[in-house]
């Protein structure tokens, strides 16, 4: 089945169709007529490869998910020589891997001086640093492996929401290249319109070393060099339950059991009860993205003129960019507080769209879609061996570079290799009392934190007005 076909399927589980979308949403004159409730990425993918869908009694190595995660694992004991099974619910890819916004930052979210806090200022440094590595091996690894997925070091623009925040973040940009090497350069508000075609925000900061990439391109390469590896992918295979036994594990699968020496689960935002330990331990939060229809190429180079992605300094991240042939803007955050239905997170995207770039009034919109990141309740990735299973997790929205290098690095150390040790080893990894994996507390959470966001960006855009009335008086 074709992820497009999968991904109607889901809209027409949650009690809509995409026609019945149409038909709902065709008077506003919001949505194009061919409108798809499934991620834009979709659109110019090639046929997916056959798999064969029955399940080997045995594997050296079985990994539960088949994301960049679990992809990148595989690929590595695979080559390594271990013979590989990768089980996913759905298809290959189902997950974030195929619907995220494609953008690459340098992926770890507390600053240095927290975690200098919590660790030392050496292990914070690399943990740091791993971010940096990760950025820089996913390069290497798309352009050595030949994988055609628009990688391009577009840099990023972050923009401040308030000028408190710009000064906040050009003092963070400055400490951040002194001690860690990171290149950035401030834009002020008086500038903006050099990277960006709206008076919605107060400056910026530009890292031009940050990426985008064509998500599911991405995904689908992976996918063929593990195959060739000689991974067996097993898709519409849900993993049940993990048995210990003597000589390792049973899983139990909708497709029979297999038995394995070594299991790694990779199954980030989508983590279930399979594994009770960690669906303690990670927060699943829905992200949700649309996509605009095509649009003139000159109104697109006049909104993002260098061509950059762009994350802004609210607490409820808006993020967004041109798509990479720069005839659309793709353009993700959260706009509710509980989770929703892309049909009616769709217009609500729109919307906030529209306040950041009003040249976008008229613009309908093509595709919405979301998925479920993993946050932590520390904001850290983790990755480890918990009762003999391994697992990479939890990256807070910012899994591209991250869950393929610490996938990857989680294949090494299947493997037994030093090289995959990584400075996110052994940390500790919190979960809060009666938490089981449902984040009741969330709809609170983003609700207060949505309202302080558009507190503080009226209370800044009223002063602004007031100081402009203030020196147009003679
Ligand atoms: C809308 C959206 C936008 C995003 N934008 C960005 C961005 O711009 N930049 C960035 O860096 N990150 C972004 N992310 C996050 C990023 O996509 C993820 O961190 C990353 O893809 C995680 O990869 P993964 O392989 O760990 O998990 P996933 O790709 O989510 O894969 C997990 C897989 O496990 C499978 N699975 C779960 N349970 C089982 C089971 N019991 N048996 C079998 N299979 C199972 C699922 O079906 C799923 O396919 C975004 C995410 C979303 C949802």
């Known amino acids: 089945m074709a992820l497009s076909q999968a991904w109607n399927e889901e809209a027409e589980a ?12 065709h008077a506003d004159g919001l949505f194009t007529d061919d409108f798809k409730q499934s991620a834009y990425w979709l659109d110019d993918l090639a046929a997916p490869p056959p ?9 050296e190595v079985v990994i539960v998910g088949s994301g960049y995660s679990g992809l990148h694992a595989a690929l590595e004991t695979a080559r390594g020589g271990r013979e590989t099974v990768v089980l996913e619910a759905k298809d290959p890819g189902w997950g974030c891997s195929s619907r995220n916004g494609g953008h690459i930052s340098s992926s770890v979210k507390p600053s240095l001086d927290s975690l200098s806090r919590r660790f030392g200022s050496e292990r914070a440094l690399a943990v740091r640093g791993e971010g940096t590595k990760a950025l820089d091996w996913i390069e290497e690894f798309v352009t050595g492996e030949d994988i055609a997925c628009d990688f391009r070091r577009v840099g990023r623009f972050h923009a401040a929401h308030t000028p408190a925040h710009y000064d906040r973040i050009a003092r963070s940009a400055d400490r951040v290249s002194r001690e860690e090497g990171i290149e950035s350069f401030t834009v002020p508000r008086g500038e903006q319109h050099s990277e960006l075609g709206s008076d919605f925000y107060f400056g910026g900061v530009v890292y031009p070393r940050y990426a985008s990439l064509h998500p599911a391109k991405y995904h689908r390469g992976l996918l063929d060099k593990a195959l060739a590896a000689g991974v067996r ?55 949700y993205v649309i996509a605009t229809e095509p649009l003139p190429l000159d109104l697109v180079e006049r909104l993002f003129p260098t061509g ?12 967004y960019g041109p798509s990479p042939d720069r005839r659309r803007v793709v353009f993700g955050g959260r706009v509710s507080s509980g989770e929703t239905d892309p ?23 093509s595709h919405s879609w979301n998925g479920f990141v993993a946050y932590t309740f520390d904001e850290m990735v983790h990755c480890g061996c918990h009762d ?44 809060r009392p009666l938490y089981r994996g449902k984040p009741w507390f969330l709809p609170a959470a983003v609700a207060w934190y949505r309202f302080r966001d558009r507190l ?9 007005r007031k100081s402009d009335q203030t020196a147009r008086v003679p």
């Open 51 to 59: 798999l064969p869908e029955d399940l080997p009694a045995s594997a």
């Open 343 to 365: 049909k009616l997170s769709g217009p609500l995207l729109h919307q906030e769209l529209v306040r950041i770039f009003p040249a976008l009034a008229g613009t309908k919109i």
């Open 388 to 431: 003999g299973i391994h697992y990479t997790m939890g990256y807070c929205g910012s899994g591209v570079s991250m869950a393929s290098y610490l996938g990857m690095r989680m294949g090494q150390r299947i493997l037994g290799r030093d090289e995959g040790r990584t400075a996110f080893d052994d940390l500790p990894f919190p979960t």
């Open 308 to 319: 950059r992605i762009v994350a802004d300094t609210r607490r409820v991240v808006y993020y």
């Open 14 to 25: 949650s009690g809509q169709t995409q026609s019945s979308v149409l038909r709902d949403r």
């Open 456 to 464: 503080e960006w009226r209370r800044a855009t009223a002063r602004d």
């Open 233 to 287: 992918v097993v898709p519409h295979c849900t993993a049940l339950s993990i048995i210990p036994r003597n000589d390792g594990f049973e899983i139990v699968t909708t497709r029979g059991s297999i038995r394995t020496r070594e299991i790694a689960v990779a199954t980030n935002g989508y983590t279930t009860g399979l594994t009770p330990w960690l669906q303690r331990r990670v927060i699943p939060i829905g992200s």
